[in-house]
């Protein structure tokens, strides 16, 4: 979860993405599809890109530590998609 307009990793939520890194590492087959949200607020076109940007940096955070980029995807959804 993301703050208000915000694609920073909160150390919350690091835990979950490591614990998802820990996973990969140990299941070499398995590939993952990153997805990117956001709410209604702001325009279609800024919150695709926000999205893109929070799915991003997941991704980045999931390479560092250790999780081959090939085996990572990302997709935006913006709002069109909400999680909730």
């Excluded at 599809?33 to 980045?60: F, K, M, P, Q, W």
């Amino acid at each position: 979860q993301f703050g208000f307009d915000s694609y920073t990793i909160s150390p919350a939520e690091r835990s979950k993405l490591e614990a998802v890194a820990t996973y990969m590492k140990d299941n070499p087959a398995v590939k993952l599809v990153i997805l990117g949200h956001t709410d209604e607020r702001g325009t279609a076109e800024y919150n695709r890109a926000l999205g893109e940007r929070r799915a991003n940096s997941c991704r980045d955070y999931l390479i560092g530590l250790g999780v081959p980029a090939s085996r990572l995807s990302t997709m935006s959804f913006g709002f069109e998609r909400p999680l909730d």
